[in-house]
């Protein structure tokens, strides 16, 4: 498309455009074009060009291409989808209507993504998998995530990995000094503790998690982020407790549900002054009452008094119910 534009020496080009642009005269629409000595700078036809010309400037007509919006989800498909990018995987919700136009959709606009998957499944069972359907790309459940410095191989199906807590995580990372010693008793691939051990790299890490899958991508994940200070446990931290007696300044409890049941264990793993990270699903009628109600209990057994030093709800996990976090100290 032929159109009035200003022919400028290529060195000059850029100040030229900038003028033209403050004052309103320069067509965004059209791509601007060069040749191996002049820059074409295409104008608003109703501009008018008497204040804003430079001595050697030149106004001319030159062909120009319309920029191309890019095509985004809305465009293509009329509203934007529910998912969630884990790695070079997108995870749509399973309501999504035609996943497969919505999966061809993802793919043709974020063009890192290599896989769509649906959730089959909640997450279920004691290691806290889920089971997917494959939608489009390649077929599989395995990437490699990046969050914050850190990266983490997973298997979506093999074992546990939310994205969403990632600031969660580096909230306790914020809270953890140096030379300071961390469980992680539900470590699975390592989000927590990995991420601890990169930013303190003089403290010590356990991570400890029962699902050997998961202890297989979190030995692979302490590679991954060349970290030497995260010890990985394969076992039950009811068990594994026993060796980890009155070590810890920090332990992470991040089973909700379930963790309740692990109180005793946490309690073996502390001494004066240890933070317990508490996670727990609840509902907004009562979203920390019981749940601290246990941590007293437990901790009273075995002497401890508690200090309540921070709640928060982490996340929304249906209607009426919350995944919150519970910090005590005790002492
Ligand atoms: N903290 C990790 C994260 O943020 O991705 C994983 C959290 S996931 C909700 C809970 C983890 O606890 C799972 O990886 C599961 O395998 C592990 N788990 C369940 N029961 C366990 C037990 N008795 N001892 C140790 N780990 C357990």
Known sequence: M?????????KKGESVRK????????????RIVSD???IYIPLISAVDLKDLLFEDLQVTEHDFKVHEKPATLESILGHIPRYEVIGNIALLESDEGDLETTAAALLKVQPHLHTVLSALSPVEGEF?????TFVKGENTTQTVHREYSCKYAIDME???FTPRL??????????VKDGEVIVDMFAGVGPFSILIAKGRPSCRVVAI??????VKFLRHNIELNAVSNVEAVEGDAKEEAQRYIGVADHIIMNLPHTAQEFLGAAIVIAKPGTV???????????????SLGHIESAASKAGFAVELIGTRIVRSYSPHQFNVCIEVKLY
């Open 209 to 214: 998690d029962k699902n050997p899958e998961a």
């Open 158 to 160: 093999k074992a546990y």
């Open 128 to 132: 806290r998998t889920r089971r997917f």
């Open 276 to 290: 317990i990270h508490y996670y727990d699903i609840t509902p907004e009628s009562d979203l920390y009452s019981t």
């Open 19 to 30: 003028v033209l642009m403050e004052n309103g005269a320069l067509d965004t629409s059209v």
């Open 36 to 38: 191996e000595s002049y």
């Open 166 to 175: 990632a600031t969660e995580r580096s909230r306790i990372l914020e809270q």
């Open 2 to 10: 032929k159109q009035q534009c200003i022919q400028v020496d290529k």
